[in-house]
């Protein structure tokens, strides 16, 4: 090889192509001793960065971080929409798909939330909205290479999953959390349809039984199933349908099975998919007891479930079989027992050998005695739930302050509790927010309406007072009791970090509302139902307003004269009217709307909105 | 190629005139710049120029292809060789890490400026990545503060961003 003086440079040195002269690459050439280097010419900072800026932002994954960074500058905004690949709408309203999907057009995962979440106290109409048809078609043709959907409080009908089937090739995982309007026959051209999916995971949907048997349509080779959740579907399987496919998908790790499901085909399940992690076991019971055969060796299919670390399901336990599960205790990090109406012993003989658990969510029936158990067992404990087994205001809780405190004072790891009970005191309240200071969500729901501290008969102030205070990482929390506008007053001085704030039959006056509305700088969604606020409470909020996802507030005291008013006021706000148009009003409600639901959006009225619902 | 290719030795010149000598091997797989200038054409002791680089971003440029020689050869499975390979992999990460944490902005623009010319991804990947991190969690004014970047958006445009768009999709 001979050297040669002055040799231009090969051309797969690539010079970059000078769009600008700041972008001047030299590229270097061999020389022997007497050669001159080249001139070279060194791009500015942000030059430099523009060339690597997209392999930058691909490891921006926070929602936050890639918004600030669209703001930076032209070149950043672009590049931003470039390379977003995971695209969140926390509310189907606020922006419309077409503007979605015009801004961004590199996206591979949607995740859509609908309806607020009190639409599941049925306080909404059922066609209210929150369609995903929109959504789906414009998706089809702007990404055909979608690989994610995950919606949660959605209209979806069958006619949307055979579009989303035949549009997305690469489809892979779908999941419906609280989303209604679907069958079986839906799922069927999902499973036939999409020959690549993983995940299929059905969580509180209701779903309607088409009599289509959509377990048989996934595909006759191996799947490449990892997730099969219906835990919620109320139709009979075809079980042996499901026994072939659990046999042909080696890379399922997720099964919930649902209700119909009896203890006998979890068993033959269980056998034939021992890689299993999280397990949903359908009744717990023999729904079919076939008289002569001997019973299956359950706990040996649980111990030879190696991977089990999160077991569900219980929907109709029958104690006489939870022995069965004692051997996959000591690695369970998430039980949910919150359909099985099991007692204080049952539980205690489950929970000793839980001391690695993370989540619990349970039922009432355990007691107090049993809520002791758990603080006694589950020093690991980060989430707990308890539920009622009767949601009804006069009955005789069997869970109160004492098991609360025993909580806090074995559980000190606590990140988020939702608690249902009939009597709370302050004092536990107190040492819950002292005990676990590690706290995120805080929900405390008393039943029965303004029930004061059980001991003292004080209003529940100073507890909840006391969570803002001490609890400094809270973004979440649900108030009861009798509360009055102080509880709202320290909400407003110490919740600076609440996002989420429910409210129910609480407060004295429009102050209370004001208060957080001028301190909770923080606060995104807010929901009340049944308090004293009215139209001069929510005028307090008009500076905060566009910050929020959303506003709803029922049974208030709020006029179509005060929601016009904050419509004329907001022009970016939707600003929803509910109204029973017959419902028999007594005295007190006579001239207060039933609902207001208000929320920003780039898109102003939507179209679809049903007769009830009126847009001020 | 008179000698054999993994003992041979490179001379690298900077653009303020500094002579480095390395081993091919050690640069060759990491910079795709020097491997394809020596694949077209490289007898003994060639001198490479490496005019876009200075001698100081050079040297830590080359400091890190010598801590980075072989991190990619992966064991055949035996026990100890595959401890030997993770806690070595552990130590490489480690090193990267204290290698990129107190970078002052000025040499993280022209170790980037490098990376890039040199075509070296893994340390690409790795200086990105530092970038990104220094983005994450700030606001965008921040942002511009320390990278040293115009906001070329009008009050208008800007207003209209902010409030409008950035919500939506949060």
């Given at each position: 090889m001979s050297e040669d003086d002055d040799r231009s440079p090969p051309s797969d040195l690539g010079c970059a192509d000078s769009e600008s002269s700041s972008k001047t690459r030299n590229c270097s050439g061999i020389s022997g001793s007497g050669s001159t280097s080249v001139e070279v010419q060194a791009p500015y900072p942000d030059q430099v960065l523009e060339n690597v800026l997209e392999n930058v932002l691909c490891f921006l994954t926070s929602r936050r971080d890639r918004s600030a960074a669209s703001l930076v500058c032209k070149s950043w905004y672009r590049a931003e929409a470039l390379t977003r690949s995971e695209l969140f709408i926390g509310n189907c309203y606020a922006v419309s798909p077409r503007r979605a999907t015009t801004r961004f057009t590199r996206v591979r995962s949607v995740a859509i939330k609908g309806k607020p979440r009190f639409a599941d106290f049925n306080l909404m109409p059922p066609n209210w909205g929150a369609h995903f048809s929109p959504w789906v078609a414009t998706m089809a043709k702007a990404y055909p290479w979608l690989e994610k959907i995950y919606l949660k409080r959605m209209s979806v009908t069958d006619e949307n999953l055979a579009i989303l089937a035949h549009s997305f090739p690469s489809f892979k995982e779908l999941a419906l959390v609280c989303c209604e309007g679907f069958g079986t026959s839906g799922l069927a051209v999902v499973a036939s349809k999409c020959r690549q999916l993983k995940v299929l995971d059905l969580i509180e949907s209701e779903v309607l039984d088409d009599d289509v048997d959509w377990i048989s349509c996934f595909p006759e080779s191996h799947t490449c199933l990892e997730s099969l959740i219906f835990d919620c579907v109320e139709c009979l399987i075809n079980f042996e349908a499901l026994e072939r496919l659990v046999v042909r998908s080696p890379y399922l790790k997720k099964l919930r099975l649902n209700r119909l499901a009896s203890i006998g085909q979890l068993h033959r399940l269980m056998v034939r998919a021992p890689q299993l992690t999280h397990l949903g076991t359908g009744s717990f019971t023999t729904l079919d007891a076939v008289q002569g055969e001997p019973e299956p060796d359950y706990a040996s299919a649980f111990a030879a479930s190696r991977s089990l670390v999160c077991?569900?399901?219980?929907?109709?336990?029958?104690?006489?079989?939870?022995?069965?599960?004692?051997?996959?205790?000591?690695?369970?990090?998430?039980?949910?027992?919150?359909?099985?109406?099991?007692?204080?012993?049952?539980?205690?003989s489950v929970i000793c050998h839980c001391r690695k658990l993370q989540t619990l969510w349970v039922l009432d029936t355990i007691c107090d005695e049993g809520l002791q158990a758990v603080a006694a067992s589950c020093k690991e404990l980060r989430e707990l739930r308890v539920f009622p087994v009767e949601a009804q205001e006069d009955f005789e809780s069997p869970v109160s302050e004492v098991g609360f405190q025993a909580i806090s004072e074995g559980c000190r790891k606590l990140e988020s509790i939702l608690y249902f009970c009939q009597r709370m005191t302050n004092a536990a309240v107190i040492a819950m927010s002292k005990n676990c200071p590690d706290l995120v969500v805080f929900r405390l729901c008393i039943m029965g309406r303004h029930r004061p501290d059980y001991v003292t008969?004080?209003?529940?102030?100073?507890?909840?007072?006391?969570?803002?205070?001490?609890?400094?990482?809270?973004?979440?929390?649900?108030?009861?009791?009798?509360?009055?506008?102080?509880?709202f007053?320290?909400?407003?001085?110490?919740?600076?970090?609440?996002?989420?704030?429910?409210?129910?039959?609480?407060?004295?006056?429009?102050?209370?509302?004001?208060?957080?509305?001028?301190?909770?700088?923080?606060?995104?969604k807010l929901e009340i139902r049944d308090s004293p606020f009215g139209d001069a409470a929510l005028l307090s909020g008009l500076h905060h307003y566009y910050n929020m996802r959303f506003l709803w507030m029922s049974s208030c005291r709020l006029t179509r004269e005060g929601c016009t008013e904050i419509a004329r006021a907001l022009p970016r706000m939707v600003v929803e009217v509910m109204q029973?148009?017959?419902?028999?009003?007594?005295?007190?409600?006579?001239?207060?709307?039933?609902?207001?639901?208000?929320?920003?959006?780039?898109?102003?009225?939507?179209?679809?909105?049903?007769?009830?619902?009126?847009?001020? | 190629m008179s000698s054999s290719d993994s003992e041979r030795m490179l001379k690298l010149k900077s653009s303020d005139g500094v002579t480095f000598d390395i081993k091919d091997a050690i640069v060759v797989t990491k910079l795709e710049f020097i491997k394809n200038i020596i694949e077209d054409c490289c007898g003994d002791n060639d001198l490479i120029l490496v005019p876009n680089v200075n001698s100081e971003i050079l040297a830590m440029v080359l400091e890190w292809c010598k801590k980075h020689v072989g991190d990619d050869i992966i064991s055949d499975g035996e026990d100890d060789e595959e401890n030997e390979y993770f806690s070595r992999k552990k130590e490489i990460k480690k090193w990267d890490a204290e290698f990129v944490k107190n970078l002052d902005q000025g040499v993280l623009y022209h170790l980037l400026m490098a990376a890039d010319y040199l075509n070296a991804k893994q340390l690409l990947d790795l200086l990105t990545q530092r970038v990104a991190d220094m983005i994450k969690g700030k606001k965008s004014e921040q942002i511009r503060q320390i990278f040293n970047i115009?906001?070329?958006?009008?009050?208008?445009?800007?207003?209209?961003?902010?409030?409008?768009?950035?919500?939506?999709?949060e």
């Open positions: 077991l569900s399901g219980f929907r109709e336990a029958s104690p006489e079989f939870l022995f069965a599960i004692y051997p996959v205790c000591a690695n369970l990090t998430s039980l949910n027992f919150s359909y099985a109406t099991i007692d204080v012993e049952e539980l205690k008969g004080e209003p529940m102030d100073e507890g909840f007072g006391a969570i803002v205070m001490n609890c400094k990482k809270l973004t979440r929390l649900a108030v009861s009791g009798l509360l009055t506008d102080r509880a007053d320290y909400i407003g001085k110490y919740g600076k970090l609440v996002r989420t704030l429910s409210v129910a039959f609480a407060g004295d006056s429009d102050m209370g509302l004001k208060y957080v509305l001028e301190g909770c700088p923080n606060l995104q029973e148009a017959n419902a028999v009003r007594d005295e007190e409600r006579r001239g207060f709307i039933d609902t207001l639901y208000m929320y920003r959006s780039l898109e102003g009225p939507r179209d679809d909105a049903p007769e009830v619902v009126e847009i001020a | 115009k906001n070329d958006f009008t009050p208008e445009e800007e207003e209209a961003i902010k409030k409008r768009n950035p919500w939506a999709f």
